[in-house]
């Protein structure tokens, strides 16, 4: 079974057989008026994650620092491929690097996908102090926080 993500739906010409998606995915599918929708909609199921595979995810994203690099619905895309053991597929690499460290397969799909996992600390643009986690604002001068790779 494969779990597809919105920009590998973007990316395939065809579909694979036995994909199943979050419902966030068909929702950004029709929000971008992506055509293939109509003829895909009977061919894709829809799974919504259980609430302790979100959890997990959540948990490995925050300690990779992906979590403010994952849009729920990645998160919900991580979680279904956790729930139903599919392949996931996804030029996404924060979705690769948190799915390598939770044990799940996947497959890049119009990149060339990670070659190792990455933990990323997020780093003030006004006074460079370094945080674990991504904030709206540095607590210490107010700037803005910017993803870097954690040494």
Not at 37 to 60: D, G
Not at 106 to 114: D, H, L, P, S, T
Not at 116 to 122: C, E, H, L, P
Request: proline share 5%; aromatic share 6%.
């Amino acid at each position: 079974m494969y779990v597809a993500d919105t920009s590998a739906l973007f990316a395939m010409q065809d579909l694979p057989e036995d994909v199943t998606i979050p419902p966030g995915v068909m929702d950004e599918l029709k929000r971008y008026d992506d055509p293939r929708v109509t003829y895909w909609e009977s061919l894709i199921k829809i799974t919504h994650p259980s609430k302790a595979s979100t959890e997990e995810v959540q948990r490995v994203a925050r300690g990779t620092g992906d979590i403010g690099r994952l849009s729920p619905v990645d998160i919900s895309v991580l979680a279904v491929a956790k729930d139903v053991s599919g392949v996931i597929l996804t030029d996404d690499y924060s979705i690769q690097n948190v799915a390598r460290l939770m044990g799940l397969e996947y497959k890049a799909v119009g990149a060339k996908g990670i070659k190792k996992v990455i933990r990323w600390d997020y780093r003030c643009i006004g006074c460079g102090k370094r945080f674990k986690e991504d904030l709206k604002e540095c607590p210490i001068c107010g700037s803005g926080l910017k993803s870097v790779k954690r040494r």
